[in-house]
T-cell receptor
Framework: NAGVTQTPKFQVLKTGQSMTLQCAQDMNHEYMSWYRQDPGMGLRLIHYSVGAGITDQGEVPNGYNVSRSTTEDFPLRLLSAAPSQTSVYFC???????????????FGPGTRLTVT | KQEVTQIPAALSVPEGENLVLNCSFTDSAIYNLQWFRQDPGKGLTSLLLIQSSQREQTSGRLNASLDKSSGRSTLYIAASQPGDSATYLCAVFNQAGTALIFGKGTTLSVSS
């Protein structure tokens, strides 16, 4: 298994440009999520999905869109990039969400995004 | 709102020392907690997952404990090695089990 993969690894955007960060997993995990990591702020949840066709907002969703058309893929879209979106973005997945039988969350290697 | 705090923010020790990293959380009704390791410029690697009904988990030289009544978890690293140098993150699951709430981490440096 490749686990959780993310592309690109690095990206530089100008303010106002749009782009899509790709995330894929090959573990047949139902649950996928996106976090951003900023110095002094820790990791914060942007959006998550509990299965194909189902998404919901996390703590910091503004400026980001997601969709989940397949179990494997969970892309994150920036419609109009802003300097405040400069960050490291991590995608994560786990077999299923829920507290009764928790599973470990697995993280991808991250995408470093700079918006100028 | 659940908040997770990790102390100290940074720690430097000589090789061979046993050490403890601390994690505290404000809502003692947590369900599960996960410890991660992050190397510079890399993603997160899961170390241990502790269910709320458990008191501790062990993996090799690592032992994590959970005390819900005091709102604390500790990660014990035995016989530290330079390869243990990394940032260690503590995270608790939210009530719905849909997200992790992270602390800001403890950056560990082990010198040879």
């Amino acid at each position: 298994n490749a686990g959780v993969t993310q592309t690109p690894k690095f990206q530089v955007l100008k303010t106002g440009q749009s782009m899509t960060l790709q995330c894929a997993q090959d573990m047949n995990h139902e649950y996928m999520s996106w976090y951003r990591q900023d110095p002094g702020m820790g990791l914060r949840l942007i959006h998550y999905s509990v299965g194909a066709g189902i998404t919901d907002q996390g703590e910091v969703p503004n400026g980001y869109n997601v969709s989940r058309s397949t179990t494997e893929d969970f892309p994150l879209r920036l419609l109009s990039a802003a300097p405040s979106q400069t960050s490291v973005y991590f995608c994560a997945s786990t077999l299923t969400a829920g507290l009764a039988d928790p599973y470990e969350q697995y993280f991808g290697p991250g995408t470093r995004l700079t918006v100028t | 709102k659940q908040e997770v705090t990790q102390i100290p923010a940074a720690l430097s020790v000589p090789e061979g020392e046993n050490l403890v990293l601390n994690c505290s959380f404000t809502d003692s009704a947590i369900y599960n907690l996960q410890w991660f390791r992050q190397d510079p410029g890399k993603g997160l690697t899961s170390l241990l997952l502790i269910q709320s009904s458990q008191r501790e988990q062990t993996s090799g030289r690592l032992n994590a404990s959970l005390d819900k009544s005091s709102g604390r978890s500790t990660l014990y690293i035995a016989a530290s090695q330079p390869g243990d140098s990394a940032t260690y993150l503590c995270a608790v699951f939210n009530q719905a089990g849909t997200a992790l709430i992270f602390g800001k981490g403890t950056t560990l440096s082990v010198s040879s």
